[in-house]
């Protein structure tokens, strides 16, 4: 097997321990040819210190100024890898992930053995139920209803029953999009259509990311074997409602971009007609969680009308 260069690029954001632990289990990756890049967000404490006299030069770390998002963050990291290292490969990891040893080494073999495979994802599973899958994605994204459709099949019919991860999928299969959480991409498809959309910030840019690479005729594959560990959530319960905003807002974002208008026509319908009140019924009635609410109808808000009006409540360092 060839080993090409990866750069492996971790966003920390006041998340100093589960960013310790992340590194400390990339260490005992198998995979010989990569680097790492930690992109500091703008943590408001000794983060970027810490990491760098734990780590030395295990690291490569850049602090930024205030906090760019996932999308910009890693993005700064993308760039100083293109600009420095040159790899074959780029791998956005979650830091609140623990990585098996053979994980990237998995990953590469499955994206090197074929030149139509773009951008990959690894097996992602509970890191307090470490047999149990997290992000399992298939299916299609359905652009009349603005969400990602998985479809029905017997590897979902043995999630469902909890079975064990052994026994739910072990095949490299082709998908719609990957999760976030641990993506890998070509250098390539890089060259080809370009960084993370900044506009994000957070959220949704991966789906965004893996429909282009899609229309630029790539692959997108989910590698089960490959396997990452993930607490899930962190950046997002520092700050309340922060997911709640920005899943909402970008979910209009990543419409009024790919969608035609037919499309989009019917997506406010059905968003409108059905899906809105179906969710202020769950946070006003079922849950009891008025301030949620209140997070989603403001992301809601600045999608529909291309707003940033909120978005300074959920940017704070």
Same mark, same amino acid.
């Given at each position: 097997m060839n080993y090409p260069k990866v750069s492996i690029i971790i966003l920390n954001w006041n998340g100093l321990e589960d960013t310790i632990e992340c590194l400390e289990s990339l260490k005992r990756i198998t995979y010989p040819?990569? #680097? =790492?890049?930690? &992109?500091?967000?703008g943590s408001r404490g000794n983060d970027a210190q810490v990491l760098q006299e734990r780590f030395g030069d295990y690291i490569h770390l850049i602090q930024n100024d205030k906090n760019y998002g996932f999308a910009g963050g890693a993005n700064i990291g993308i760039r100083?890898?293109?600009?420095?290292?040159?790899?074959?490969?780029?791998?956005?990891?979650?830091?609140?992930t623990v990585a098996d040893p053979e994980f990237l080494t998995e990953m590469i073999k499955?994206?090197?053995?074929?030149?139509?495979?773009?951008?990959?994802?690894?097996?992602?599973?509970?890191?307090?139920?470490?047999?149990?899958i997290q992000h399992f994605i298939r299916g299609k994204i359905d652009l009349w209803r603005g969400q990602?459709?998985?479809?029905?099949?017997i590897v979902a019919e043995?999630?469902?029953?909890?079975?064990?991860?052994?026994?739910?999928?072990?095949?490299?299969? #082709? =998908?719609?999009? &990957?999760?976030?959480?641990?993506?890998l991409i070509k250098e390539q498809v890089l060259r080809s259509i370009g960084l993370?959309?900044?506009?994000?910030?957070?959220?949704?840019?991966?789906?965004?990311?893996?429909?282009?690479?899609?229309?630029?005729?790539?692959?997108?594959?989910?590698?089960p074997k490959a396997k990452v560990w993930h607490k899930g959530g962190q950046s997002g319960k520092k700050i309340r409602g922060l997911s709640r905003y920005y899943t909402a807002r970008n979910r209009f974002k990543f419409m009024k971009k790919h969608a035609t208008k037919w499309q989009y026509r019917c997506f406010l319908i059905y968003f409108f007609g059905f899906y809105f009140w179906l969710v202020m019924g769950y946070y006003?009635?079922?849950?009891r969680k008025p301030n949620l609410f209140a997070s989603f109808y403001r992301g809601v808000r600045d999608g529909l009308f291309d707003s940033e009006a909120s978005a300074k409540l959920y940017r704070r360092d």
């Open positions: 040819n990569y #680097e =790492v890049i930690v &992109v500091d967000n100083r890898a293109l600009n420095n290292s040159h790899p074959d490969y780029f791998l956005l990891l979650n830091n609140d499955v994206a090197e053995a074929e030149p139509a495979i773009g951008v990959a994802g690894a097996g992602i599973y509970y890191y307090n139920h470490p047999d149990e990602a459709i998985p479809l029905l099949s043995k999630i469902k029953k909890r079975e064990s991860a052994k026994e739910q999928c072990d095949q490299v299969e #082709e =998908v719609a999009q &990957v999760t976030g959480c641990c993506f993370l959309d900044e506009g994000y910030f957070c959220y949704w840019e991966e789906m965004d990311y893996c429909l282009r690479a899609k229309r630029a005729g790539y692959k997108i594959v989910y590698i006003l009635m079922l849950s």
